[in-house]
């Protein structure tokens, strides 16, 4: 969808310039490849326009800001701005951002005929050019020092250089483009200054979502595709079997080959970057276009993919309007209601509402209308805004990620859920009799208890709240003291059982004898019998609550009160944030004793 990578300076000589010596354009665009074209409005400003020849991106990348400066004076009508020697690399040089096309899309690209192959490259061009237009406008910062005081400024522009290609290390059609993005813009004066990266790379993931919602709707108007559901921004073309997708995966099922062989899994950023540096081979380029075609169909055969498949699913939809006014209406009541926008995180950035938009227009939209659903999105009753940072037209002292939103559903949801749980404090739930208490921490094998271990199982068993929230801080024993509590409560007659997000910490309550499962697997079992409580005389304890949402918390809260139960929760709250909409876990910790 989208990666990124570093122009380290360190590896430069040795890696890319050692392309540029033999025409990193060559690299890039490779026989049978794009040649290249520049783009952005930092690259019109150095007079950097239409085709990429080696010398000039060689001198962008390895130039000073001065440098820089120097060229944008220089340029004129037929001047090329490369201002020749080989000056010392002193900055990092800027970073590979890679824009791939679904597979699906690569495929019907690869089998179909001249009109829909062009239709496809119109549509992947104009989709990256869509993602960059949105990096120029929203993620393009600067820094400068005035005064002694530290600004972030607006960038004036991007200078990109663009290289499109057709196929995988595998040889699979995979229709991709290498943005170089070279880490310079201007600011407001003029001035060549470095880009501000965290600004560019913290929310670069929207880029990608653009761009995957740009190509569908231009897939959509030019061939009449339909799509499969979206997922992470993500829709491969609808009428593809996944069968064949995965068949014209081979380089990405290399890899995952080889994380199996290690014993190690995708979601390791890490181990799936080494995996992909250790099953990279070099693309054969020789292979003329028609050779490509030929070879892919014969691997096609091979795997039982013929045209008819791909014919079948261009034109299936005769009429589409991606992006309508009516969609963005539909799409900006979904987001607004409850759980829209705040159903897998307890508040949302300005660019984390761009990709909920274009994560819920199926048919993709051009930018225009995303900023405008977006703009609407932020605008509503519905939403509260958490932060309200100085602004001015062109400076801001505001965090990359931008200002935080949440919906009032959400903060409603949080403040009953306070309420409630002051409401059953001293409610007479599950109290032990003090000589049960007493006879488990005169026992032999809980003689170890620190103090503070002690007070804990203490005041869970004899005070009588509803709802009990415990911090335990990593490596304090938690775990171990919540042993010696369910020992209490089952001498006192209470069944005792737990649940966390993790298997890791289901388990470590399982070896102190809390049955313990995942809290999806009994926040499932309550939504397949909503009468059937955890039962009475229950008592629940929720390990790394801090990581449950607070929609969960409420639904056991609720659930546990109706048993007359009680519900303990147990977190550090300097750990993760909940993995859904959280925040409840704090806030009970501030206002609870």
């Known amino acids: 969808m989208l990666d990124w990578k570093e122009l380290d300076p360190r590896r430069l000589a040795s890696y890319w310039l050692a392309k540029v010596a033999n025409g990193i354009e060559d690299y890039y665009a490779g026989e049978g490849e794009s040649a290249g074209e520049w783009h ?4 019109s400003a150095l007079g950097l326009e239409g085709q ?9 990348l390895r130039s000073e800001y001065g440098e820089l400066q120097t060229m944008s004076r220089k340029v004129g009508p037929g001047h090329s701005p490369y201002s020749g020697g080989t000056p010392t690399v002193r900055r990092r040089p800027g970073w590979d951002f890679c824009f791939r ?55 004036d522009g991007l200078i990109c250089a663009l290289f499109r290609h057709r196929i995988s290390r595998a040889g699979d059609p995979l229709l991709h483009t290498h943005a170089l993005i070279v880490n310079a813009t201007r600011d407001d004066r003029g001035r060549w200054l470095r880009l501000n990266a965290p600004w560019l790379l913290g929310p670069s993931k929207t880029l990608g979502y653009v761009y995957q919602a740009k190509l569908r709707a231009e897939l959509t108007r030019r061939l009449g595709v339909e799509w499969e559901p979206v997922a992470r921004g993500y829709a491969d073309v609808r009428g593809i079997r996944r069968q064949t997708i995965e068949a014209f995966s081979r380089r990405r099922n290399e890899i995952l080959e080889l994380l199996d062989r290690r014993g190690q899994r995708p ?28 070879q892919w169909r014969e691997y096609g055969r091979e795997v039982g993919l013929d045209n008819h498949e791909i014919d079948q699913a261009i034109g299936r939809r005769c009429e589409a309007r991606p992006g309508s006014a009516e969609e ?25 509402i761009v990709r909920a938009v274009c994560q819920h227009l199926p048919d993709g939209a051009d930018l225009p209308s995303i900023a405008a659903c977006a703009e609407a999105v932020r605008r509503s009753p519905e939403l509260v805004r958490l ?57 032999r094998h809980w003689r170890t208890l620190t103090a503070e271990q002690e007070e804990m199982v203490r005041r869970l068993a ?29 001498r006192a007659g209470w069944r005792v059982a737990g649940a966390a997000n993790t298997r890791r910490a289901a388990a470590e309550l399982a070896e102190v004898g809390i ?79």
């Open 267 to 294: 979601e390791q950023a890490e181990a799936a970057q080494q995996a992909a540096y250790g099953t990279r081979r070099v693309k054969d380029r020789s292979l003329a276009p028609t050779e490509l075609r030929e």
């Open 387 to 443: 932060d309200q940072p100085e602004r001015s037209e062109r400076v801001t002292e505001i965090r990359p990620e931008g200002a935080r939103y949440t919906t009032r559903g959400l903060l409603a949801a949080e403040r009953g859920l306070i309420e409630a749980a002051r409401a059953g404090q001293d409610a007479g739930a599950a109290v032990a009799p003090r000589r049960a208490l007493k006879s488990v921490l005169a026992d």
């Open 328 to 352: 963005r209406r539909r799409v900006v009541t979904e987001l607004t209601e409850e759980q829209g926008l705040v159903h897998e995180a307890a508040s949302v950035t300005e660019h984390e």
């Open 52 to 60: 990429i020849n080696g010398e000039d991106l060689t001198a962008v």
């Open 40 to 43: 952005g409005t930092g690259a």
């Open 515 to 593: 049955t313990a499962t995942s809290l999806a697997a009994t926040l499932a079992e309550l939504k397949r019998s909503p009468q059937r409580s955890l039962g009475r005389r229950t008592i629940l304890i929720v390990d790394e609550a801090g990581t449950a949402s607070t929609w969960d918390l409420q639904t056991l809260y609720r659930d546990v009160e109706r048993a007359r139960g009680k519900l303990v929760l147990v977190g550090d709250p300097r750990q993760l944030g909940a993995i859904g909409p959280g925040g409840a876990f704090r806030s009970l910790l501030e206002r609870l004793d």
């Open 101 to 155: 096309a679904p597979k699906s899309v690569s495929l019907i690209y690869g089998f179909s005929d001249l009109r829909a192959r062009e239709a496809v490259i119109a549509a992947h061009d104009a989709a990256v050019k869509e993602a960059l237009t949105y990096a120029e406008r929203q993620l393009t910062r600067t820094r400068r020092t005035i005064n002694g005081r530290r600004q972030h400024v607006r960038g």
């Open 462 to 490: 004899i005070h009588g709240d509803r709802l009990s929230v415990v911090r335990g801080d990593a490596g304090t024993g938690k775990t171990f003291a919540l042993g010696a509590y369910r020992e209490v409560m089952e």
